[in-house]
Nanobody, 123 residues
Framework: QVQLVESGGGLVQAGGSLRLSCAAS????MGWFRQAPGKEREFVSG????????VYADSVKGRFTISRDDAKNALYLQMNSLKLDDTAVYYC????????????????????WGQGTQVTVSS
């Protein structure tokens, strides 16, 4: 059973930064998603199993950076220049795959999910 545990969320002022972490057992293609109140869950960023490929939603491109440290079984999301619209619960997700360099953007493609961590951006 894959267990994913997010951490690092919190309250931050607009323009500030946060780094989210996800403790993951095993090596998978990974992704970050978020869900704001009253909105559907949306893709934020994904990274391939070998870490060589990453994809970002247009709304976060240039501000967020996804990375992974397989020695620590960890996934990260560095979030800079945070905006009010970034307020959401952020989830990490894992997809078992034989592909080393594929990135997955659809939530339905992921098999395992963390419990989420709240990010609140204030003005």
């Amino acid at each position: 059973q894959v267990q994913l545990v997010e951490s690092g969320g919190g309250l931050v002022q607009a323009g500030g930064s946060l780094r989210l972490s996800c403790a993951a057992s095993g090596r998978y293609a990974m992704g970050w998603f978020r869900q704001a109140p009253g909105k559907e869950r949306e893709f934020v960023s994904g990274i391939s199993k070998n870490g060589d490929a990453a994809v970002y939603a247009d709304s976060v491109k240039g501000r967020f950076t996804i990375s992974r440290d397989d020695a620590k079984n960890a996934l990260y999301l560095q979030m800079n220049s945070l905006k009010l619209d970034d307020t959401a619960v952020y989830y990490c997700a894992a997809r078992p795959t034989s592909s080393r360099d594929s990135v997955y953007t659809g939530g339905s493609l992921y098999d395992y999910w963390g419990q989420g961590t709240q990010v609140t951006v204030s003005s």
